[in-house]
């Protein structure tokens, strides 16, 4: 029985023109060949046509080109060759032909872990930062609005009323005795006078941190000696 050899690598032919009298020679069309391989129909033209700026990265242009190849049951290896020999040693871009810089693999592994990196330090810093606020709020002396009585106050009562305010979670002594806070942190305490100059003390503590505290100089006279102010 005879039998005929037809020649696909012709003198001059184009590495394109050798891949499609290869399907040709199988009596295969395009859409037979994408159904079979799952390759685009668009990449197996562009093989055909040389038109290799059409075509993905040489990575998997070569693998597409290896599973076009093997199902036409040509030479792999042959191919590969001519392709690399066509399309040149570079990647292109475009019609303008312009070298395409190639991407080492480390920057994929270095770039997701800057920013992991920078997310830590972010988050650190926010927590360091955190931390130190509540510090400080603790170690701070705590606020004493003193509304009544004013510094140098002369009356010819015998008992004064001490009123403040105060915004945290604190104890109030007025002279060394604690008094009760309203829910609002407000506190009003009536105080005996002693005739004279009295200096009352008002102090607020709290857990950790330093007391604060107020002192107001009050004179206690009869109406007609009430001639002179501590200013």
Not at 17 to 38: I, M, P, S
Not at 130 to 156: C, K, M, R, W
Not at 162 to 187: C, H, K, M, P, S
Request: hydrophobic share 40%; glycine share 6%.
């Amino acid at each position: 029985m005879g039998f005929t050899l037809r020649k696909i690598d012709q003198a001059g032919a184009s590495f394109g023109a050798k891949l499609k009298a290869l399907r040709r020679d199988r009596g295969l069309n395009y859409d037979q060949v994408a159904e079979a391989t799952r390759l685009p129909r668009r990449v197996i033209e562009a093989f055909e046509l040389d038109e290799f700026c059409s075509l993905p990265d040489s990575v998997y242009a070569r693998h597409f080109l290896k599973t076009y190849v093997r199902f036409l049951g040509g030479d792999e290896a042959y191919f590969l060759d001519c392709f690399d020999h066509a399309r040149g040693t570079c990647d292109f871009v475009d019609p303008l032909l312009l070298p395409r810089k190639k991407v080492r693999r480390a920057w994929f592994l270095v770039t997701p872990r800057i920013f992991r990196y920078v997310a830590l330090g972010a988050i650190g810093f926010f927590i360091l930062g955190y931390l130190g606020f509540e510090v400080q709020s603790i170690i701070t002396p705590p606020t004493i609005e003193l509304v009544t009585p004013n510094d140098g106050y002369a009356t010819d009562k015998a008992t004064i009323e001490v009123a403040g305010r105060v915004f945290e979670e604190v104890e109030v002594y007025i002279d060394g005795e604690q008094i009760l806070l309203n829910q609002d942190g407000t506190f009003l305490a009536e105080v005996d006078l002693e005739r004279g100059l009295n200096l009352i003390m008002v102090e607020a503590k709290k857990r950790y941190s330093r007391s604060s505290t107020l002192f107001r100089r009050v004179i206690f006279e009869k109406s007609d000696a009430l001639s002179t102010h501590i200013r």
